[in-house]
C-alpha cells in the first residue's frame, strides 16, 4: 500500500503510513477522517483561520486523533500551503459542493505530480445528476432513496437521526472506497477520485428491502411489515417506568423463548406468522411488558436466546456490563466516546494523538511529509 513504509507520529494500526489530507466540514466528512485515523492513518485537517464549530462544541469527538492547520484557501498562501500538502500526501477528504475544489486549483486533476493520490469527495447528491449543486441534509438524501419512507409510524416518516445517511451511507462508504482505491494504488501507483454520495449509499443499504418488495414480502406501507415495527416480535414495548424493552425475537425458537420468560402462553397467542392477528398479538404483549420496570425485564431475558434486551439511554450505554467488557467505549481527553471499530486482532485501532485547539506547525509538517 502506498506510504507502507512510513510512521506517522504516534501512529499504530493496519492504515499506519497512510497521509491524509482532509478539508475541515460537516458531519459524514469528520466521521470519515475519524474512521480512517482510528486505523492508524496520519490525517490532517486543513481548517479556516478563526473557524468556529457549527455546533458551538469546543471539543469535538469526530475531529479526534489528528491535528490541524489553519489555512486560507480563498488566500494565495493559503492555497499554495494546501497544495505542496496534498501534492505529498496519499488521500484527500472534502465534502465541498461540486467544482469548489476545482475553482481553488486543488481538484484532482490539479495534482499531475501525485498520481498516486486518491481523492475522496463526499456530498450529497455526487458529482453529477441533476441535484448536485443543490443542497441539502441527510434527511433529503434518504427520502429520494426510498428509505425514510419505509421508516417510522404509519402516519408519517421519522429520521433515524443522521445515521442511515450522513454516517451509515455517506462517511462509511466513502472510508470503504477509499482503502479500495489505496489498495489498488498499491497495485498500479495510480490513485483515483472516490464519489461518494450519501444517497447512492443509501439506495445500496436499501438491497434487501428491495429484494423482500420485489418477492412480495415487503408492504409499500409503514407499520405493515417484518422490520419496521409491525410484527409483535420485532418492535419496542413500553414497560412500567417509562421505559423500554426492544424484541428482536424473529425465529421460532426464539420467539418461543421469549413468550416462555415473559410468562405468556404461546398456545394462547395467535401464530407467530399470522399477520391478520399482528394486532392483537402487540397489545397482548404490551399489556404484559407494561406490568414491569424496564430493569426488570432486562434481568429476566439476561443471556436467553429471547432476544430482548432494555433500550438504554447515550449515557448509560457504556455502564452496561457487556459493552464495559468490550470495552465500546473510552474515555479520551476527559470525554467519554466510542472506542474504535472493529476491533482488529493483531494491529488494532486506537485514538491518536491531535490537538483541537493548538494547530500544527505547516513547515514542519511540510518537512516531514516531503520524507
Known amino acids: 500500500m502506498a506510504g507502507s513504509g512510513r510512521k506517522g507520529l504516534g501512529m499504530s494500526g493496519p492504515l499506519s503510513g497512510l497521509r491524509i489530507v482532509e478539508i475541515a466540514g460537516l458531519g459524514p466528512t469528520p466521521f470519515t477522517a475519524m474512521v480512517l485515523a482510528d486505523m492508524g492513518a496520519e490525517v490532517v485537517r486543513i481548517e479556516r483561520p478563526g473557524n468556529r464549530h457549527l455546533l458551538g462544541l469546543s471539543y469535538d469527538i ?207 397467542m395467535p401464530a407467530q406468522m399470522d399477520r391478520d392477528r399482528w394486532p392483537e398479538a402487540r397489545a397482548r404483549i404490551a399489556a404484559r411488558i407494561a406490568e414491569r420496570r424496564r430493569d426488570d425485564w432486562a434481568q429476566v431475558f439476561a443471556g436467553s436466546d429471547a432476544c430482548a434486551v432494555p433500550v438504554l439511554t447515550l449515557a448509560e450505554a457504556p455502564a452496561h456490563p457487556h459493552n464495559a467488557a468490550r470495552a465500546t467505549h473510552v474515555v479520551h481527553d476527559g470525554v467519554v466516546q466510542p472506542a474504535p471499530a472493529p476491533k482488529l486482532s493483531r494491529t488494532p485501532g486506537r485514538i491518536g494523538e491531535g490537538s483541537q485547539t493548538r494547530p500544527l506547525e505547516i513547515g514542519a509538517l511540510l518537512d516531514r511529509w516531503g520524507a
Open 62 to 268: 469526530l475531529n479526534r486523533g489528528r491535528g490541524f492547520v489553519p489555512l486560507d484557501l480563498k488566500s494565495g498562501a493559503g492555497r499554495g500551503a494546501a497544495r505542496r500538502l496534498i501534492a505529498r500526501a496519499d488521500g484527500l477528504i472534502e465534502g465541498l459542493r461540486p467544482g469548489v475544489m476545482e475553482r481553488l486549483g486543488l481538484g484532482p486533476e490539479d495534482f499531475p505530480e501525485n498520481r498516486r493520490l486518491v481523492y475522496g469527495r463526499m456530498t450529497g447528491w455526487g458529482q453529477s445528476g441533476p441535484l448536485a449543486q443543490t443542497a441539502g441534509h441527510d434527511i433529503n438524501y434518504i427520502a429520494l432513496s426510498g428509505a425514510l419512507h419505509a421508516i417510522g409510524p404509519a402516519e408519517r416518516p421519522v429520521p433515524p437521526l443522521n445515521l442511515v445517511g450522513d454516517f451509515g451511507s455517506g462517511a462509511m462508504y466513502l472510508a470503504f472506497g477509499m482503502v479500495c482505491a489505496f489498495l489498488e494504488a498499491a497495485r498500479t501507483g495510480r490513485g483515483q477520485v472516490v464519489d461518494a454520495a450519501i444517497s447512492d449509499g443509501t439506495a445500496h443499504q436499501m438491497a434487501m428491502i428491495q429484494a423482500m418488495a420485489a418477492g412480495g414480502l415487503w408492504s409499500q406501507a409503514r407499520e405493515a411489515n417484518l422490520l419496521d415495527g409491525a410484527a409483535p416480535f420485532y418492535r419496542c414495548y413500553a414497560c412500567k417506568c417509562g421505559g423500554f424493552l426492544a424484541v428482536g425475537a424473529i425465529e421460532p425458537k426464539f420467539w418461543a423463548e421469549f413468550l416462555r420468560l415473559a410468562g405468556i402462553a404461546e398456545a394462547a
